[in-house]
C-alpha cells in the first residue's frame, strides 16, 4: 500500500520536483520578502538573524581528513573492567544516558577529567548482540570526521561488551525536536544539522576507507554538542558496501527502524547507499515538521508522516508542514525547495534519489538562500 501509493504520487510531481529543486541552482531568489511568500506566525527580530559566518560551519573536505585509523591504532583509551565501573559508580542508574537496540549508554568521568560515553550491551541479549558488537567496533576503528562519533576505546572480556566513545553531551535530535531539551531548534539550527548530517553520510559513502552503509539513520541516533552541531552515531547496523566496482549491490537481511527503511530494500534485500539517502529524506521530513515517521495518535489520513507530507506539498501548502514549535517566518520558496529535497530522496526507487554528495550540494544552496532571505528582511524591518 505505502509503496504503490508513493509511486503513483511521485511520478506525478517528479518533474515539478525536480523543477523546484534545479530552478536557480546556482544563484539566489531575488523575488520579495513579503507577507505572501512567507509560512509562519511571527516576524524575526533583528537578533535573531546574527548567525556565524558559514566558513565556521564548513567541514573540511575530505581529502583533508587523516587516513582512516587501522584497528592497531584505535582510541586513546585503554580500560579494563575495574576502571569502567569506577568511572560509572558500578554502572549506576544516575550515570545512564540513554537506551537502545544494543544496550545502554551512560556518561563516565575518567580519573583524567576527561568525560566519555560507554555503552554497555545487554547481557539478555549478548548472543544476538554479537555480531552488531563486532560490527560497530571494526567500522568504527575505520573511520574519522568531525560529524561521527569518535570511537575511542572497547573491553570485551567475559560477559561483558562495553564500547567507549566521546561524550556528546547535548541529547539527541529526537529529543530536541520533542521540547525535552528547553529551547526549541530555530530553522536556521534545522538546517546545519541536516548539512552535518549530510557531510557525514557522504564521507561514509564515499571518503571512508571502505564504503559503509549505516543502515539505521534516524533522529535518536543523531546527537548534538554543545554548539548544536550535528554527530551520528550508533553503528551497530552498519555494513560495508560492495567491494568490486562492479557490484552494485550487496544482499542482505533487512535491519533498521520501521518509517526509515529503505521499501526498495525491505522488497528485494538488496542494501546500497541509496537506502540511507532514503532514510535521510524521512530525516529531512522530520526535522522539518517535528513529526516521527509514524504517528499512531494522528488522524488517519496523517499517521505516515510522509505521505501526509507529500499531499501538503502537492498541494502547495508547505506553510502547513513546518513545525509550530518554530515561531519565525520562512520563506515559501526555501520550503518548497527543502520538501522538494526529502521528497526526492525519499523516491521508492533508489535510482531516483540522489547521492549523499548531490544532497549536501543542494543543501548549502539553500541555507545561503535562506540567510540572504533572512537578512534581506531584518534590514527591511529596520528600515
Known amino acids: 500500500m505505502c509503496c504503490s501509493f508513493l509511486c503513483s504520487c511521485f511520478y506525478r510531481k517528479r518533474r515539478a520536483t525536480a523543477d523546484v529543486l534545479s530552478k536557480d541552482s546556482n544563484s539566489y531568489s531575488t523575488s520579495s520578502f513579503g507577507a505572501n511568500s512567507l509560512a509562519g506566525k511571527v516576524p524575526p527580530s533583528p537578533a535573531r538573524v546574527q548567525f556565524p559566518p558559514s566558513p565556521a560551519r564548513v567541514p573540511p573536505s575530505p581529502s583533508r581528513f587523516f587516513n582512516s585509523p587501522k584497528l ?3 582510541g586513546s583509551l585503554h ?3 575495574s576502571q569502567v565501573a569506577k568511572a560509572t559508580s558500578n554502572f549506576s542508574p544516575s ?3 540513554g537506551e537502545g537496540g544494543f544496550g545502554t549508554v551512560y556518561r563516565a568521568q575518567l580519573e583524567d577529567g576527561q568525560v566519555v560515553a560507554i555503552k554497555r550491551a545487554k547481557k539478555e541479549h549478548f548472543e544476538t548482540l554479537q555480531t552488531e558488537f563486532s560490527s560497530e567496533i571494526g567500522l568504527l576503528a575505520k573511520i574519522e ?3 561521527l562519533v569518535k570511537l575511542l576505546g572497547y573491553v570485551d572480556k ?3 561488551r562495553l564500547l567507549i566513545t566521546e ?6 535530535l529526537r529529543e530536541h525536536l520533542d521540547g525535552q531539551r528547553g529551547k526549541i531548534l530555530d530553522f536556521n539550527q534545522r538546517l546545519e544539522i541536516c548539512i552535518d548530517v549530510a557531510h557525514a553520510l557522504t564521507y561514509l559513502h564515499l571518503y571512508s576507507e ?3 552503509i549505516h543502515r539505521d539513520v534516524k533522529s535518536s541516533n543523531i546527537l548534538l554538542n554543545e554548539s548544536m552541531r550535528a554527530k551520528v552515531a550508533d553503528f551497530g547496523f552498519a555494513r560495508l558496501g560492495a567491494g568490486d566496482s562492479d557490484q552494485t549491490h550487496i544482499s542482505t537481511k533487512v535491519k533498521g527502524t520501521v518509517g526509515y527503511l529503505d521499501p526498495e530494500y525491505m522488497r528485494t534485500y538488496q542494501l546500497t547507499p541509496k537506502s540511507d539517502v532514503y532514510s535521510f529524506g524521512i530525516l529531512l521530513i522530520e526535522i522539518l515538521t517535528g513529526r516521527r515517521p509514524v504517528e ?3 488522524p488517519a489520513d496523517e499517521r505516515v508522516t510522509l505521505r501526509w507530507a507529500f499531499r501538503k506539498y502537492s498541494d502547495g501548502f508547505v506553510a502547513d508542514l513546518l513545525d509550530p514549535l518554530m515561531e519565525e517566518m520562512v520563506r515559501t520558496d526555501v520550503l518548497m525547495k527543502m520538501f522538494a529535497l526529502a521528497i526526492q530522496c525519499a523516491a521508492p526507487i533508489r535510482a531516483d534519489r540522489p547521492d549523499m554528495k548531490v544532497v549536501g550540494e543542494q543543501l548549502w544552496v539553500i541555507r545561503a538562500d535562506y540567510l540572504k532571505s533572512v537578512r534581506r528582511g531584518s534590514i527591511s524591518s529596520e528600515g
Request: no cysteine.
Open 72 to 74: 592497531t591504532r584505535l
Open 79 to 81: 580500560l579494563n573492567l
Open 95 to 97: 550515570f545512564k544516558i
Open 145 to 147: 570526521h568531525r560529524n
Open 158 to 160: 567475559g560477559h561483558e
Open 167 to 172: 561524550y556528546v553531551p547535548n541529547g539527541t
Open 210 to 212: 571502505r564504503q559503509i
Open 296 to 298: 499512531m495518535k494522528k
